[in-house]
């Protein structure tokens, strides 16, 4: 460690070595299958201010309130939420796959907390790896989950994990997964294999 700076003054804060992302945009997904469903993906708006988030969160329906079927995403302004984004294609995601009862008592603040993790880079430098989260409304159980850009960045995956399930506060006992894009986008069930778990 390094010993106290001789001085009175506090210490400078360190430089930070990751680079800060300021611009986010959210998406909306509302399922009509009578379209690919590309085309019911839709950016709603952008923002890179802490105050234009709250006034866009204050402004939408609760993930609660959303029928059975559409999604929110949030994901760094340039990366479209879906598998095929250059950014996303060799990329993965930890899924936190909740229970029908949890939607009328922890879902919206799950959600609140995770798009708190993204926009205040909780990651610390591995936040660079982040590139955005996605919840979905289903009637069989609703998804939260934090897409990463490389599944074969253990270090960078791992850590993200650890603290997204500690910010979540999840119990020890809970299990999360992280599934590579490549596996979920081919799978022939609804449970791609986890790579990682925390
Ligand atoms: P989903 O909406 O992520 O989960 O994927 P859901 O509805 O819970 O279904 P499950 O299969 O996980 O149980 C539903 C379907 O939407 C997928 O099977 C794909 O057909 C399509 N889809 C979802 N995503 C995230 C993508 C994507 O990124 N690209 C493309 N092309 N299709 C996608």
């Keep these: 460690g390094h010993s106290?700076?001789?001085?009175?003054?506090?210490?400078?804060?360190?430089?930070?070595?990751?680079?800060?992302h300021l611009e986010w945009a959210l998406w909306f997904f509302k399922n009509d299958r009578s379209r690919a469903w590309q085309s019911n993906l839709h950016r709603?708006?952008?923002?890179n201010t802490v105050e234009d988030f709250w006034a866009i969160y204050n402004n939408i329906q609760l993930a609660s309130k959303l029928s059975s079927g559409c999604d929110y995403a949030l994901f760094k302004d340039g990366i479209k939420p879906m598998w095929e984004d250059s950014r996303n294609k060799r990329g993965g995601r930890w899924l936190v796959s909740l229970t029908k009862q949890q939607r009328h008592i922890e879902l919206d603040h799950l959600w609140l907390?995770?798009?708190?993790?993204?926009?205040g880079e909780s990651?610390?430098?591995?936040?660079q790896e982040v590139c955005g989260a996605v919840i979905n409304i289903r009637a069989k159980g609703d998804k939260i989950a934090v897409w990463t850009r490389e599944a074969e960045n253990q270090e960078g995956v791992l850590h993200i994990?650890?603290?997204?399930?500690?910010?979540?506060?999840l119990s020890t006992k809970t299990i999360i997964g992280y599934q590579a894009h490549a596996d979920t986008a081919?799978?022939?069930?609804?449970?791609?294999?986890?790579?990682?778990?925390?």
């Design 186 to 198: 081919t799978k022939s069930n609804s449970l791609a294999k986890n790579k990682f778990v925390v």
């Design 113 to 119: 907390e995770t798009l708190l993790c993204l926009i």
């Design 123 to 127: 990651f610390g430098e591995h936040s």
């Design 161 to 169: 994990g650890r603290v997204y399930k500690e910010r979540l506060g």
């Design 44 to 47: 709603v708006t952008k923002f």
């Design 4 to 20: 106290p700076a001789p001085h009175c003054f506090p210490a400078p804060s360190p430089p930070q070595a990751w680079q800060h």
